[in-house]
């Protein structure tokens, strides 16, 4: 006959066991909850969109077209414009030394000085070594951290290829998700939908505000 003192041994076992399988399943599946995260962001964001083409539809063709639409419109845009601004970063460094190290025209030196009689800014030449100085150091870094650098494109590509993935089924079974989260929650049914709704639109605010601040800042620095 198994004493209480034997049970109690056994209890505490399989509770650490269990509680270190879920820390262990837990680093396993972080990697993946960052990118499993703005899916839902744009799953969310897009859901008025995709309720359209539900209408059309079948849910497997209408998540289909929505991720494909998001994907050319949003996520590869933005991974080719960065793959590109990491393969120019050495050459414009290198331009940039160059123009500096032949020295800035005569105009150039002739602004410089008028702009020197309002503030106490160094004199041109000296700016020019200076930017020179630091464009030889920021190539010598990137040279050293090319393998680096490389590693964390291909890591922003993985990341891209788990939100394609994960915000298709985002759309295709949102309802049954967003019941499975709601019932999770350990509120009355009135106060999960209004938790539901006030998340929606704290979301849909948020992204909406930031993209509308990025448009402002694009557009201000395409300017300049």
């Given at each position: ?26 680093r396993?599946?972080?990697p993946?909850?960052?990118?499993m ?21 079948r ?8 991720t ?6 949003l ?23 160059a ?20 503030l ?6 000296e700016?020019s070594?200076?930017?020179?100085e ?14 680096s ?14 939100i ?7 759309l295709?079974?949102?309802?049954s ?48």
């Amino acid at each position: 006959m198994i004493s209480k003192q034997s049970m109690q041994i056994q209890a505490v076992l399989f509770y650490g066991a269990l509680l270190l399988i879920a820390w262990l399943l837990f680093r396993i599946c972080q990697p993946f909850l960052v990118p499993m995260a703005w899916a839902g962001v744009l799953a969310i964001c897009w859901w008025p969109v995709h309720l359209r083409l539900l209408a059309r539809f079948r849910p497997t063709l209408a998540a289909g077209i929505s991720t494909a639409v998001l994907s050319g419109l949003l996520i590869i845009p933005v991974v080719f414009l960065g793959i590109a601004l990491a393969r120019q970063a050495g050459g414009a460094i290198e331009q940039v030394q160059a123009a500096f190290a032949e020295g800035p025209p005569a105009t150039v030196r002739e602004h410089w000085d008028q702009v020197r009689t309002w503030l106490p800014l160094p004199a041109i030449d000296e700016l020019s070594s200076t930017v020179s100085e630091g464009a030889k150091a920021a190539s010598g870094v990137i040279a050293r951290q090319a393998g680096s650098i490389l590693g964390a494109v291909m890591l922003v590509l993985f990341d891209v290829a788990i939100i394609i993935f994960s915000l298709f089924f985002m759309l295709r079974d949102g309802p049954s998700i967003g019941a499975a989260i709601r019932q999770l929650m350990p509120l009355e049914p009135t106060h999960r939908d209004r938790l539901a709704r006030e998340i929606h639109d704290l979301i849909h605010a948020s992204v909406t505000s930031s993209m509308i601040v990025a448009a402002v800042q694009g557009f201000i620095g395409g300017l300049l």
